[in-house]
Nanobody, 131 residues
Framework: QVQLVESGGGLVESGGSLTLTCTVS????????MGWFRQAPGKEREGLAA???????RYARSVRDRFTVSVDAAKNTLTLQMSSLKPEDTATYYC?????????????????????????WGQGTQVTVSS
C-alpha cells in the first residue's frame, strides 16, 4: 500500500520561504517519478515541479526561479523548497508519485505536469501567503 504524506505547510508573509516535505511509504519502482502540484479554490490542479528516476527536475514557468524540488532516496522523501512566496501561491499543495514512463521522462506534451499521469497522491497541505 503506497502512502504519501505532505507536511510543512502554514502561513507565511509575502516574500518569505517555506519547505514542504512528502514522505513516501510502501514505495518501490512504482513511485520513482514524483511531482508537486497545487490547487487554489475554484482553480484547476496545477503541476509545479517533477523529478524522474534519474533525478532530473523540471519546473513550471510560474515557479522556476523560486521553487526547488529534491529527492532523498534514503529517507523516501520529496521536498519542495519555496522562496519569494507571493499571495498568489496560496493553495493546497499535493505531492504525487507514479511509475516512470517514457512520457513522463521525456515530458511529452508536458506530461510531467499533468495530474492524469500520476497514480498516487497525498492528502495535501495548505500554504497561505499573506500580503
Amino acid at each position: 500500500q503506497v502512502q504519501l504524506v505532505e507536511s510543512g505547510g502554514g502561513l507565511v508573509e509575502s516574500g518569505g520561504s517555506l519547505t514542504l516535505t512528502c514522505t513516501v511509504s510502501g514505495s518501490g519502482y512504482n513511485t520513482e517519478c514524483m511531482g508537486w502540484f497545487r490547487q487554489a479554490p475554484g482553480k484547476e490542479r496545477e503541476g509545479l515541479a517533477a523529478v524522474d528516476d534519474d533525478g532530473k527536475a523540471r519546473y513550471a514557468r510560474s515557479v522556476r526561479d523560486r521553487f526547488t524540488v529534491s529527492v532523498d532516496a534514503a529517507k523516501n522523501t520529496l521536498t519542495l523548497q519555496m522562496s519569494s512566496l507571493k499571495p498568489e501561491d496560496t493553495a493546497t499543495y499535493y505531492c504525487a508519485a507514479t511509475m516512470c514512463t517514457r512520457r513522463l521522462i521525456t515530458n511529452i506534451g508536458l506530461a510531467a505536469f499533468s495530474r492524469d499521469e500520476y497514480r498516487y497522491w497525498g492528502q495535501g497541505t495548505q500554504v497561505t501567503v499573506s500580503s
